[in-house]
């Protein structure tokens, strides 16, 4: 079982202003992976404590979903802040969420959207809105187990991979 945790990004949301809907979006989805949510918590759009909050939780968890904070606003610092904790980046993860969501949006080439590996966990961080979350989780959950299996050592033959998920 994959544990995994959830950080809303959302100044309003931190305020109790806001719903969490993408937050719940999210736990559902996961539910198609076989998940625990072993920590959940909405916290302000601030650099430091998303930096705290990315590092203890993956002490907890194997797997840290990030929502919100994504976009080009001047509160929009969840990459940078990503990026300061993750020891590898996987540029593949981004490229294949936004190509996604261009397909519904143009405004989705506007996502600065990363994720990475830090320690023996991955970090996928997902735009704020529910539509968003949907779409971009969506083309990246297939491949969160057999990533997180690589990054805890598992040895296997990828391109053998291949024969069980043709190309779409």
């Known amino acids: 079982m994959i544990r995994a945790a ?34 959940y918590e909405i916290i302000p759009d601030e650099k430091d404590l998303i930096i ?33 904790v993750i020891e590898k980046e996987l540029p ?3 490229e294949a969420m936004r ?6 949006t143009p405004r989705a080439m506007g996502s600065r959207a990363v994720a990475g590996i830090y320690q023996q966990t991955l970090i ?10 949907e779409e971009n989780l969506s083309v990246v959950l297939p491949v969160i187990p057999h990533t997180i299996n690589l990054i805890k050592g598992a040895v296997t033959d990828c391109a053998k991979d291949r024969e069980q998920h043709p190309h779409r």
């Open 92 to 94: 593949g993860f981004g």
């Open 6 to 39: 959830i950080v809303t990004l959302s100044d309003k949301g931190s305020k109790g202003e806001r719903e969490d809907k993408s937050g719940e979006v999210i736990r559902t989805m996961l539910q198609q992976i076989n998940t625990s949510i072993v920590a």
């Open 52 to 84: 705290k909050k990315l590092r203890e939780f993956s002490k907890l968890s194997d797997l840290i979903i990030t929502t919100g904070g994504t976009g080009v606003g001047p509160r929009d610092i969840t990459p940078e802040a990503t990026r300061a």
């Open 124 to 133: 996928i961080n997902l735009p704020g809105s529910p539509k968003g979350v």
């Open 99 to 104: 190509m996604e969501g261009m397909k519904h």
